[in-house]
């Protein structure tokens, strides 16, 4: 570590920062350009003049927009974005219901993933050109260009109708048993994996073959050295950086793909809150979810960046 | 006259041969044939779009109904034709729209370098950190979901994509030394886009029109499956798969067919940039 390496980091967390903030903004004014009036809404067609303008006073709709997100900001920050205006529960309670489940996916998911996705991209790459290559390249291109439902719709076909292994509904209330629980999260996972295994190899691929094609690997072919090594010990050290990007982008590209399966699976997570939210137009419930969404996306963003910036040996040997 | 020799095209294409690979013929075919049907659809449709015409639900494949009926006994053939002109229609709006305003941006940016590439560069910059979805549903949440608001939001997502590979490739025909004669000659910059820069680049802009396609086609079959999309009573293929999404667990024509359709368009695409002719761009995702 180096003055250089920690000055570039902390511009890139202060990027990161500024983003989130022109993130609020966009959210903020986007949510905000509703016609019609919040306060009406709520207490419907009947209400007293007094009611509604008390209520507008009590959500502060009396302030100038750039007050009110000031107000909108601080208490996002401070961990209590309000109240449903559907159900009238707190955004932050509904949230922390949902949180856990949307992460254990997510989690199951990556740690399924990143070590196949990095093998077959290593694999396809080593043996380019190969009929295993072309096998690999056309399926994972199939999966990227088709929409994630369809996958999932596929899975549930074949694993759930067609062989019966699992039940094509992910979520049952109350205690599971843990045979159950793996059962019911097996298509979720499933349809995820797929999808993500598809960009990260690629993704892979592209960043071995990159490095197979430099001069040391063609020097370390040249003096003898076989196949294997040349890729354990030549090309893979210094395809680390390019890989540990890859690994943080495809978590990104996951927020993306769950709430197609969320959706799909009736699994309560986050994604599912907040496509209910935007179908019943709950502002501060779709406000607080999309944050969440964007915060994660552009905190992964970044560590791809940085563990870009850190594996690059110019910058950390100056 | 010899001087229609003019200073040509940096075209790094192999000698100009129409000849695509098998599979991109393949892929140009699908997409010609989906054209054709969205243009032509709602008049071969066997049945009206809203007719019941099978007594059962979910019937299966046969003579009559060549796709099976779906939830409400409704011909799944006639329904997927008339979606044509939503799916295939909502998204060619909305990528061109996205190309018009991103490409324009893009290439003026490289031209007028200086102040205001920066401005319009970190902008962008600043506007493709928000995950596609998250701005489709806040604009959904906000405006609801009519077609022109599909179109345009799915427009303004993909702009700053098309902004940054314009702006990219433009920059580099840009260096060129035609046309630092051609801005020494005094030309202004409306005439080094359109002359100088927009010739240039226009193979690769097309690949980069095909990609962004595909993400449109995907995002908006997403939302429509979302129930978010295209409302009833219209419907697009992602619409026609999550109404029929009951008869999943009964492997139903009517959920499969929708998807294959959307499947077989994504694909075509990509089957045919990928075997383009000198590999002329790639992007990831946005």
């Known amino acids: 570590m180096n003055t250089a390496v ?132 056309f399926v994972t291109m199939s999966i990227i260009s088709v929409p994630e439902f369809m996958i999932a719709t596929l899975l549930v076909i074949v694993f759930a109708v067609n062989l019966r292994w699992f039940p094509a509904l992910s979520y049952a209330a109350g205690k599971v048993s843990l045979d159950q629980f793996f059962r019911l999260f097996a298509l979720p996972v499933l349809t995820l994996t797929c999808v993500m295994i598809a960009q990260m190899m690629r993704m892979t691929r592209a960043a071995v073959i990159d490095t197979l094609r430099s001069s040391y690997v063609e020097m370390a072919v040249l003096k003898g050295a076989s196949p294997i090594r040349v ?13 540990a990007n890859i690994v943080a982008l495809n978590l990104s590209f996951l927020l993306g793909g769950a709430i197609i399966v969320e959706v799909i699976f009736n699994y309560p997570g986050l994604a599912r809150l907040l496509v209910d939210a935007v179908s019943t137009r709950d502002m501060p419930l779709v406000q607080a979810c999309v944050m969440i969404f964007c915060a994660t996306y552009l905190f992964l963003v970044m560590l791809a960046d940085i563990s870009g910036i850190l594996s690059n040996p110019r910058l950390r040997h100056r | 006259m010899k001087n229609d020799q003019t200073i040509t095209v940096i075209d790094t294409s192999p000698p100009r041969r129409l000849r695509l690979p098998v ?31 099978d007594d059962d639900l979910f019937g299966h494949m046969r003579w009559s109904l060549p796709l099976g009926s779906d939830y409400l ?42 102040a205001i590439d920066m401005a319009l560069s970190r902008f962008f910059d600043a506007l493709i950190s928000i995950p596609s979805k998250m701005s489709a549903l806040v604009v959904i949440a906000a405006l609801g979901s009519s077609i022109p608001v599909l179109i345009s939001t799915a427009a303004v997502i993909y702009t700053p994509g098309a902004f940054r590979i314009w702006r990219a490739l433009a920059v580099n025909v840009n260096e060129l030394d035609f046309v630092e004669v051609a801005r020494a000659r005094g030309e202004g910059t409306h005439y080094l886009i359109r002359e100088e820069i927009l010739p240039n680049i226009a193979g690769p802009v097309l690949t980069d029109f095909g990609l962004r396609f595909v993400f449109a086609v995907l995002l908006l079959s997403s939302l429509s499956f979302l129930g978010l999309g295209v409302q009833p009573p219209n419907a697009d293929w992602g619409s026609l798969v999550r109404e029929n999404i009951d008869g999943l667990a009964g492997g139903a024509p009517a959920v499969v067919m929708p998807a294959a359709a959307i499947a077989t368009l994504t694909i075509g695409v990509s089957l045919l940039i990928d075997n383009l002719p000198g590999r002329w761009s790639s992007t990831g995702e946005h």
């Open chain 1, 231 to 243: 890729v354990l010990t030549h090309a893979l050290p210094n395809a680390i950086g390019p890989i």
């Open chain 1, 6 to 137: 920690v000055r570039l980091i902390a511009g890139r967390i202060v990027i990161a920062i500024l983003t989130l903030l022109f993130v609020s903004l966009a959210v903020f004014v986007g949510t905000e350009i509703l016609p019609g009036d919040v306060a009406q809404a709520v207490l419907g067609q009947n209400a007293t003049p007094e009611a509604v303008a008390g209520l507008r006073h009590a959500l502060h709709l009396d302030q100038p927009a750039y007050i009110r997100y000031f107000l909108w900001l601080g208490s996002l920050l401070s961990g209590d974005p309000g109240r449903s205006l559907v159900n009238g529960l707190p955004v932050a309670t509904l949230i922390a219901s949902r949180l856990p489940n949307s992460l254990m996916l997510a989690f199951v998911t990556a740690v399924i993933c990143v070590p196949i996705a990095l093998m077959l991209g290593i694999l396809s790459a080593v043996w380019r050109g190969s009929r295993f290559d072309r096998a690999v390249s």
């Open chain 2, 73 to 114: 006994g409704r011909d799944v053939l006639s329904r997927i034709l008339v979606g044509a002109r939503y799916s295939i229609g909502a998204a060619g709006a909305a990528t061109f729209l996205a190309i018009l305003m991103g490409g324009t941006l893009g290439m003026l940016a490289a031209v007028s370098r200086g």
């Open chain 2, 23 to 53: 599979a991109g013929m393949v892929g140009a075919g699908i997409i010609g044939f989906w054209i054709l049907i969205a243009i032509i659809g709602p008049y071969i449709a066997p049945h009206e779009v809203g007719a019941l015409v």
